[in-house]
């Protein structure tokens, strides 16, 4: 199973709304990425989870909150967002040593 | 941090080889990936070079590193319309699984 899968795939949700975006893999890979790209842009890293602890916060506003339950789930929360946070959220992960980086099919997030 | 760079177009005709380049700023990345995206999806790894490897075949794709240029290229032979894609580079810091991707390249492949 060489598969990162994401949940929802699409996801259109208010400025005032709470809504969370889940990833799981089962290549026993430690480390655990999320990416934001926008449009006709490449991605940029937000957040890095190694042994389910949080080694780096790219300066990512508050509204979005990231959460490792366990080696094979990655969550990231969101609150109060604004339009301009539309884009494909892209999990990925690897083993620590990033050998092979495997990414999901991403979630589409639309903020209206 | 890493910088990475690509040009951002290329447009060849079906059968031809296409050649992508990157280069890269000095990086402790023990692998460096090429991945590919097609229109609306995620990422898929093309493939990866260990970085004391020169060059790496794996069916219709090639890869050439020149570790003292800090260039990468990826060349896809008899190019087909399905080839069609953004390819990214990327490389990442060992130290740190911070990985940084090139602007993407357009490869536009015509009949």
């Known amino acids: 199973d060489t598969e990162v899968t994401q949940t929802p795939k699409h996801l259109v949700m208010g400025m005032t709304n709470k809504k969370s975006l889940k990833c799981e893999q089962h290549?026993?890979?430690?480390?655990m990425y999320w990416y934001k790209q926008k449009a006709k842009k490449p991605p940029e890293l937000m957040f890095v989870y190694s042994y389910e602890k949080l080694s780096i916060n790219e300066s990512v506003p508050s509204r979005f909150s990231p959460e490792c339950p366990n080696s094979s789930l990655l969550n990231l929360h969101l609150h109060a967002l604004q339009p301009e946070d539309s884009a494909l959220y892209l999990c990925a992960s690897s083993t620590i040593r990033s050998t092979e980086a495997f990414f999901g099919q991403g979630t589409r997030l639309t903020v209206v | 941090g890493e910088d990475v760079e690509q040009s951002l177009f290329l447009s060849v005709r079906e059968g031809d080889s296409s050649v992508i380049n990157c280069t890269y700023t000095?990086?402790?990345?023990?692998?460096l990936y090429w991945y590919k995206q097609e229109p609306g999806a995620g990422l898929q790894l093309l493939t990866y070079i260990f970085s004391n490897m020169d060059m790496k075949q794996d069916q219709r794709l090639t890869v050439l590193l020149n570790k003292k240029d800090k260039h990468l290229s990826l060349r896809i032979a008899d190019t087909q319309t399905g080839d069609s894609a953004i390819y990214f580079c990327a490389v990442c810091d060992d130290n740190n699984n911070d990985m940084r991707f090139g602007a993407g390249t357009r490869l536009t492949v015509k009949p």
């Open positions: 290549m026993g890979h430690r480390a």
């Open positions: 000095d990086s402790s990345s023990t692998y």
